[in-house]
């Protein structure tokens, strides 16, 4: 069936591919093999590259049509001679690769595609300043003082508020509302996300519940991609900081004064409470709670549905609620199971293990 939302570009050859991925071919006689376009290896045809990186993959081999692979070393004494592979270390960063040379268009927010340079149906304040090559979608407001690099998309409806100043090449999703934020290049929010809202901030008394004026700004650096409806608070007093290189999924909540380090990935339904701060390098997986005021420490991971409460070292793997390093999250995990199921020390007399 075909795509109607993304077409391939021009075709390459083996040989570009192999430049472009530094892979190391099975065979010498490639020159007349040209590539028009990716498809999982299931449904691969012969003029399609694809990819494989498991054993457990190789059954699909047989009912594929495809000529040419990428594999790694380990996998390519596995794959037949009438199939030119394409070795190299990660054979799915390498089809990614490739993906992206195909499909450089499909990276980004959802444009329009209604409207080059500045929308008629856009509402442009006259003090902002919009750089060449910029899209402002019909719709899109761009408050006082604001500014728009080059070459970035503001898609229909988005909110650009007053002295937001958008990087250049960025792309900003429908619907989105970015207020009190100074955010990078390259930088990509997908539809929905909210930057720079009021934080969740209050003195409690007898009297009842005190709102504090949250004065801080939300800094987003270059390469930090943000999902749909994903939200991030500016800071109460300091700044909440996303490093570069980033990488949040939907619909996680970013907390005022929160500082996530360089080439995080924070994965779908994360919550990151005030204050926080997590280094460099740091995965946090689907659903986890991290509390405010806790330290995260430089390519730690956290196991998904975890709760954070305690400071987590450098390099450590915790998961569990509350979360512990994951030696002892999984020990817990079997003891309890025994408890529960009668296994082990914990087996009544003349039971069997199921």
């Given at each position: 069936m075909?795509?109607?939302?993304f077409?391939?570009?021009?075709?390459?050859?083996?040989s570009?591919?192999?430049?472009?991925?530094?892979?190391?071919?099975?065979?010498?006689?490639?020159?007349?093999?040209?590539?028009?376009?990716?498809?999982?290896?299931?449904?691969?045809?012969?003029?399609?590259?694809?990819?494989?990186s498991?054993?457990?993959?190789?059954?699909?081999l047989?009912g594929?049509?495809v000529?040419?692979?990428?594999?790694?070393?380990a996998?390519?004494?596995?794959?037949?001679?009438?199939?030119?592979t394409?070795?190299?270390?990660?054979?799915?960063?390498?089809?990614?690769?490739?993906?992206?040379?195909?499909?450089?268009?499909?990276?980004?927010?959802?444009?329009?595609?209604?409207?080059?340079?500045v929308?008629?149906?856009?509402?442009?304040d006259?003090?902002?300043?919009?750089?060449?090559?910029?899209?402002?979608?019909?719709?899109?407001?761009?408050?006082?003082?604001?500014?728009?690099?080059?070459?970035?998309?503001?898609?229909?409806?988005?909110?650009?508020?007053?002295?937001?100043?958008?990087?250049?090449?960025c792309?900003?999703?429908?619907?989105?509302?970015?207020?009190?934020?100074?955010?990078?290049?390259?930088?990509?929010?997908?539809?929905?996300?909210?930057?720079?809202?009021?934080?969740?901030g209050?003195?409690?008394?007898q009297?009842g519940?005190?709102?504090?004026?949250?004065?801080?700004?939300?800094?987003?650096?270059?390469?930090?991609?943000?999902?749909?409806?994903?939200?991030?608070?500016?800071?109460?007093?300091?700044?909440?900081v996303?490093g570069?290189g980033?990488?949040?999924?939907?619909?996680?909540?970013?907390?005022?004064?929160?500082?996530?380090?360089?080439?995080?990935?924070?994965?779908?339904?994360?919550?990151?409470?005030?204050?926080?701060?997590?280094?460099?390098?740091?995965?946090?997986?689907?659903?986890?709670?991290?509390?405010?005021?806790?330290?995260?420490?430089d390519?730690?991971?956290?196991?998904?549905?975890?709760?954070?409460a305690?400071?987590?070292?450098?390099?450590?793997?915790?998961?569990?609620?509350?979360?512990?390093?994951?030696?002892?999250?999984?020990?817990?995990?079997?003891?309890?199971?025994?408890?529960?199921?009668?296994?082990?020390?914990?087996?009544?007399?003349?039971?069997?293990?199921?």
């Amino acid at each position: 069936m075909e795509n109607k939302f993304f077409s391939p570009t021009s075709a390459l050859t083996v040989s570009e591919i192999i430049e472009i991925t530094g892979s190391h071919p099975s065979k010498t006689d490639y020159d007349n093999i040209t590539i028009c376009d990716v498809a999982p290896l299931s449904r691969a045809k012969a003029d399609e590259i694809s990819f494989i990186s498991s054993r457990k993959s190789l059954d699909l081999l047989e009912g594929s049509d495809v000529k040419v692979l990428f594999c790694n070393k380990a996998l390519a004494s596995r794959i037949g001679e009438d199939i030119l592979t394409l070795v190299v270390a990660n054979p799915q960063k390498a089809f990614a690769q490739i993906l992206n040379q195909f499909y450089p268009t499909a990276a980004g927010a959802a444009a329009t595609g209604t409207s080059a340079g500045v929308s008629k149906n856009a509402f442009v304040d006259d003090t902002a300043t919009i750089e060449d090559d910029a899209i402002i979608e019909p719709g899109a407001v761009i408050g006082a003082n604001a500014n728009i690099g080059k070459g970035s998309l503001i898609c229909a409806n988005a909110v650009i508020g007053k002295g937001v100043q958008i990087g250049r090449n960025c792309s900003i999703g429908p619907h989105v509302s970015v207020s009190n934020a100074l955010v990078g290049n390259q930088v990509t929010v997908h539809a929905g996300a909210r930057i720079g809202q009021e934080g969740f901030g209050y003195v409690s008394d007898q009297d009842g519940h005190h709102k504090i004026h949250q004065i801080g700004r939300v800094i987003i650096q270059d390469n930090v991609d943000i999902g749909a409806n994903t939200t991030i608070d500016r800071g109460a007093m300091d700044d909440t900081v996303i490093g570069e290189g980033t990488k949040i999924d939907n619909l996680v909540q970013i907390a005022h004064n929160v500082r996530i380090g360089r080439h995080c990935v924070i994965v779908s339904q994360v919550g990151i409470a005030g204050s926080a701060e997590l280094g460099d390098f740091v995965l946090v997986g689907g659903a986890a709670g991290i509390v405010g005021h806790v330290k995260i420490g430089d390519r730690a991971q956290i196991a998904a549905t975890s709760a954070v409460a305690t400071e987590v070292p450098e390099g450590a793997r915790w998961g569990g609620i509350p979360a512990r390093p994951m030696t002892a999250f999984l020990r817990d995990v079997a003891d309890i199971n025994a408890r529960a199921f009668g296994r082990g020390k914990y087996k009544k007399e003349g039971q069997k293990d199921e």
